[in-house]
């Protein structure tokens, strides 16, 4: 049995490679840890997509649209989480322009 880290960095990596037009089957996760048994590693990764897209790092996506970790049933996909703010706020110590 893999690894959860190793699961952890293939899903990162291969949904980063993507990016986030696109999406990636877990069992392609699954049999780029193990080409000869993945099915077995389907349900780690599986496991480990959720506490990803729990943490934000990944989106899961049934039929297209974002769905919430652990409550879905059936076939995901997975793709690298989309930027939730189109531009940066000041940090503490940066000047702002108001008066």
């Known amino acids: 049995m893999h690894e ?3 699961l952890r960095q ?4 291969m949904t980063g490679q993507r990016g986030v037009e696109k999406s990636i089957c877990p069992s392609e996760v699954a049999r780029s840890a193990d080409p000869n ?6 349900d780690p990764v599986r496991d480990e997509a959720i506490r990803l897209a729990r943490e934000g790092a ?3 996506l049934q039929g297209g649209n974002v769905i919430e970790p652990g409550e879905f049933r059936g076939p995901i996909r997975l793709r690298q989480a989309k ?3 189109s531009s940066p706020t000041p ?3 940066q000047k702002t322009n108001k008066p």
């Open 4 to 6: 959860t880290n190793v």
């Open 10 to 13: 293939l899903i990162l990596a």
């Open 37 to 42: 048994d993945w099915r077995s590693l389907m």
């Open 58 to 60: 990944i989106e899961l």
């Open 83 to 85: 930027s939730t703010s």
């Open 91 to 93: 940090g503490p110590c």
